[in-house]
């Protein structure tokens, strides 16, 4: 099933089929699909040039001004080598991302954004889903499988991604950080909790009636890139089985054997969607 791709690796291939055959077994009405957004259905670069998260596609445009935009910059060098920091304790980093989810957010509510704008300055970003995206979306769809897209990006930003890709079907369901805008349309605050790279284990348990309504699919495929992302699940009752695929994108040599340790599947600077959708027509 996985031959094509070289990027593939597992600590314990013999689980992953003993997973997949369970799964199979079950039937595509019991499973259901957790994934993260940025850079896990993104890519993480084209043309050896960097793709942007949610928050860069913002950061990089016309709605927020240059002195601004230096200041999200430094950030961004700030903090991202700290999240991809192999050295440092997720509990050494939570404090630093919840700062850097924050000051960033305060910055971008200072530019008053218009909602009116954003799908333009989507339209004008650098936004690319992974090869094979088409696929995926449509097959979980045409399945009537249920995606849960979890993420710690910008919610408004994310379905304006997937709404002009033409892949934001009715079995889509998003949980991430979405803009609060006044009257007259303009970024005031963002709502409820912060989602960032590290709670997303408390996200999922704010969110009860969802994973409530999806009690009879007790299998899950979760798909991420980061070690925050494999919480993502915490909230679905009575699991019976997951499998986990993680993107390891950047800094490869030093997170390897972390990834190998946490996600079934790990898939090494591999671009495209070609595994789940391998594990998915396997499954349906
Ligand atoms: O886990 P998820 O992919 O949802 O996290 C969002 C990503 O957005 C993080 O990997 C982080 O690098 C990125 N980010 C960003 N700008 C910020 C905050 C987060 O690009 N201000
Ligand atoms: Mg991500």
Known sequence: MFEKSSSLCMRDPQRVQDILMSMQKSGSNTLQVISDFD?????????????????????????????????????????????????????????????????????????????????????????????????????????????????????????????????FHSNVKVFSNYMDFDESGVLKAF????????????????????????????????????????TMADGVQDMENILKIGFLNDKVEERKQSYLDSYDIVLVKDETLEVPNAVLLYLT
């Open 39 to 167: 850079m896990t259905l993104t890519r993480f670069a084209y043309e050896g040039k960097r793709c942007p998260t949610c928050h860069n596609i913002l950061d990089n445009s016309k709605l927020i001004s240059n002195d601004c935009k230096e200041k999200l910059k430094e950030l961004l060098n700030t903090y991202y080598p700290i999240e991809i920091d192999s050295s440092r304790s997720i509990e050494e980093k939570l404090p630093l991302m919840v700062e850097w989810w924050t000051k960033a957010h305060d910055l971008l509510v200072e530019q008053r954004i218009r909602k009116d704008l954003l799908a333009t300055v989507v339209r004008e970003s650098e936004a690319r889903l992974r090869e094979g995206f088409q696929l995926f979306f449509n097959h979980l769809h045409e399945h009537s499988i249920p995606l849960l897209i979890f993420s710690a990006g910008i919610g408004d930003i994310l379905e304006e991604v997937i709404r002009q890709a033409g892949v």
């Open 191 to 230: 709502k409820g909790e912060l989602i960032h790279i590290y709670n997303k284990r408390e996200g999922a348990l704010l969110n009860t009636g969802h994973f409530q309504e999806l009690r009879t699919r007790p299998n899950v495929l979760l798909l991420g890139d980061s070690l925050g992302d494999l």
